[in-house]
């Protein structure tokens, strides 16, 4: 989603140059292969996947698809089991329904609990410099989606094509490039699970990090990128998150990227993805998103025919070169007052 709604949610090849007058510099090669990114979306948003509801066997079919991308791309497996992170959880019968939450979250009453499993996906691109690459830079997505629930129009299951099959697409293309040219620091490419019952699968990844954190010096989520927003600029521009909390923000602008800050600071989304338990442990993190508060957020209707594939495109090489520039340049250091409390909920 962006950003579930529970609290808790450079250049990537040659830097062009301008020549001296003005002449204009040439335009990169894209970054991404357009067809990689179209065919994740297209299967992890495919009626098959179920809505790819966290402990279903939607989700465990979409984890073995991604576990495949990750292996064919040669990807360093990061997980307990290959590139599997398995991570516990409990299903909770309470008024309003069915939720999730992880062992040992306050509760000590079990009476009535299912103990289920899922995953996270892991795989790492080893640092280039052999005196950073034990540093590392996260970038990560959510691949869980709502699954199949009240039909509207009659349809019943809940694709999540842009939420978040985009930056799930946009991930898997950025270590698919990124591990043909590795950076100076390394990569973790980290796709969770539980994010729409308040970032779950990112909160058990943190206990149990495939760096430690004091070596991870930054994290950059990826979540609905599939359409634009006229707000940030249209096509091919994204917004960050928290722009001026940390350095990161102002890196990408001095660099060029076509970032700008959350253009809807009114509804924090800073606090509602992946990226506030990275922050709330101390690591510089942001998302980065083009969510325009579309009206198939959370509806069946999010299908892949509404995604503006060429957008996507655009954001996926921004997202590439957004990483390179954190993996081989100075660390993202917070901001005074940027840096949220470890006691904010």
């Known amino acids: ?183 100076r620091r390394s990569v973790i490419f980290l796709l969770t699970s539980g994010e729409e019952f308040g970032v779950l699968g990112t909160q058990w990844y943190l206990d149990r990090p495939t760096f430690a954190l004091a070596r991870t010096i930054a994290d950059l989520q990826v979540e609905m990128v599939g359409r634009p927003d006229s707000l940030a600029g249209g096509s091919g521009k994204l917004w960050l998150t928290g722009f001026k909390r940390s350095t990161m923000g102002p890196s990408f602008a001095t660099a060029g990227l076509p970032i700008v800050a959350d253009p809807r600071p009114d509804f924090r989304f800073f606090e509602r993805s992946d990226n506030i338990v990275f922050a709330l442990r101390g690591i510089p993190a942001h998302t980065l998103s083009s969510f325009s508060l579309h009206d198939d957020y959370h509806q069946p209707s999010d299908e892949v025919d509404r995604i503006d594939f060429a957008h996507l495109q655009q954001a996926t090489d921004l997202v590439i070169r957004a990483t390179r520039l954190l993996a081989d340049g100075t660390a993202p250091t917070w901001r005074q007052g940027g840096r949220p409390s470890p006691t904010a909920p």
Not at 82 to 89: A, D, G, L, N
Not at 106 to 117: K, Q
């Open 1 to 183: 989603m962006p950003f579930s709604s529970t609290p808790a949610r450079l250049a990537a090849g040659l830097v062009w140059l301008a020549a001296c007058g003005p002449a204009r510099a040439p335009t990169p090669e894209p970054l991404a292969s357009t067809s990689e990114v179209r065919a994740i979306v297209a299967a992890l948003a495919a009626d098959s996947m179920e809505g790819r509801r966290t402990g279903t066997p939607g989700a465990a079919r979409a984890a073995r698809y991604l576990a495949e991308r990750m292996r064919s791309y040669g990807l360093e497996p990061g997980g307990d089991s290959s590139y599997f992170q398995r991570v516990p959880y409990e299903v909770v019968q309470g008024a309003e329904g069915e939720t999730l939450r992880l062992p040992g979250a306050g509760v000590t009453d079990s009476a009535g609990i299912e103990r289920i499993t899922d995953v996270n996906l892991i795989g790492l691109v080893r640092g280039s410099d052999s005196a950073m690459r034990d540093e590392a830079v996260v970038l990560g997505a959510h691949f869980d989606h709502m699954g199949i629930g009240k039909p509207v129009g009659g349809d019943s299951i809940y694709n999540g094509a842009d939420d978040d099959a985009s930056g799930v697409a946009t991930v898997l293309a950025a270590a698919q490039a990124l591990a043909k040219a590795p950076p």
